[in-house]
T-cell receptor
């Protein structure tokens, strides 16, 4: 039973398109995150939601819009995709913070 | 400005010997530290954590040491096994936040 799942696992798209990545956790956690791992393998936090409320927004372009319909889901919508958005995006969850984060398998986004 | 640094990009160790992975940080507000292991095409997996009120935490073959005065932590794996071959990330969280800062990772290779 997958604790944190993401769909899709791979996403290839053209510049200028809009795409979404979905994340679900079945751990009953109250906090969810989105991370970006760039080509240099640097894992950087983008957003954090606690009980469906945005609590961290790390200077991410407003083309990126997270949405948390409930505590178990945190989706990431990206408008007007750019080449520099190509990366692996990881979703994670934790019960409060600081605490252990559990990561999803990642979504590899390639923008052509 | 890289607040969490893993200065060794790679490390090779013989099976059965000790692996020591190092991590340095600059922000004295960090008070919770974690180590993650990552296999290719998977999300990071939690290994062990330590709070700043401790200087050592042990879990099976894994021990984390924290030296607050030196702003340094290390992960010891004893004995090392081929299955430990992966990229290891340290992460730190400032007091009272939901933010986690990750290092750039160290690739460990355990030779059989």
């Amino acid at each position: 039973d997958t604790a944190v799942s993401q769909t899709p696992k791979y996403l290839v798209t053209q510049m200028g398109n809009d795409k979404s990545i979905k994340c679900e956790q079945n751990l009953g956690h109250d906090t969810m995150y989105w991370y970006k791992q760039d080509s240099k393998k640097f894992l950087k936090i983008m957003f954090s939601y606690n009980n469906k409320e945005l609590i961290i927004n790390e200077t991410v372009p407003n083309r990126f819009s997270p949405k948390s319909p409930d505590k178990a889901h945190l989706n990431l919508h990206i408008n007007s995709l750019e080449l520099g958005d190509s990366a692996v995006y990881f979703c994670a969850s934790s019960q409060g913070a600081p605490n252990t984060q559990y990561f999803g398998p990642g979504t590899r986004l390639t923008v052509l | 400005d890289q607040q969490v640094k893993q200065n060794s990009p790679s490390l090779s160790v013989q099976e059965g010997r000790i692996s020591i992975l190092n991590c340095d940080y600059t922000n004295s507000m960090f008070d919770y530290f974690l180590w993650y292991k990552k296999y290719p095409a998977e999300g990071p997996t939690f290994l062990i954590s330590i709070s700043s009120i401790k200087d050592k935490n042990e879990d099976g073959r894994f021990t984390v040491f924290l030296n607050k005065s030196a702003k340094h932590l290390s992960l010891h794996i004893v004995p090392s096994q081929p299955g430990d071959s992966a990229v290891y990330f340290c992460a730190a969280s400032p007091s009272g936040t939901y933010k986690y800062i990750f290092g750039t990772g160290t690739r460990l290779k355990v030779l059989a």
